[in-house]
Nanobody
Framework: QVQLVESGGRLVQAGGSLRLSCAAS????????MGWFRQAPGKERKFVAA????????FYEDSVKGRFTITGDNAKNTVSLQMNSLKPEDTAVYFC?????????????????WGQGTQVTVSS
């Protein structure tokens, strides 16, 4: 059974940086793209960033453009999220996910495999 495992979340001060990582455990898989979502307390889970293995195109939610960078390795089933200039509003549980069949990168429904999440807390 394949699973996605996130790591790297912790408490950081505003203006600081964090790097989140996501790796697959168990068997490897083939995906169309992988992404990161986040869920703040009391709010819905929302798209943050994604990387398509077809050409390496990346996608970002507007509020993180210029601050966050997604990278990954399709062959290794890994994806990372470098987060700079963090703000208190970035506080959330961050989830990585993989889409086996495609679809819109911004939509939760496009993703077939999810990690358990890692907590990022940004203090002001």
């Amino acid at each position: 059974q394949v699973q996605l495992v996130e790591s790297g979340g912790r408490l950081v001060q505003a203006g600081g940086s964090l790097r989140l990582s996501c790796a697959a455990s168990g068997r490897t898989f083939s995906s169309r793209f992988m992404g990161w979502f986040r869920q703040a307390p009391g709010k819905e889970r929302k798209f943050v960033a994604a990387i398509s293995w077809s050409g390496g195109e990346t996608f970002y939610e507007d509020s993180v453009k210029g601050r966050f960078t997604i990278t990954g390795d399709n062959a290794k089933n890994t994806v990372s999220l470098q987060m700079n200039s963090l703000k208190p509003e970035d506080t959330a549980v961050y989830f990585c996910a993989a889409a086996f069949y495609g679809g819109g990168v911004h939509f939760e429904s496009s993703y077939d495999l999810w990690g358990q999440g890692t907590q990022v807390t940004v203090s002001s």
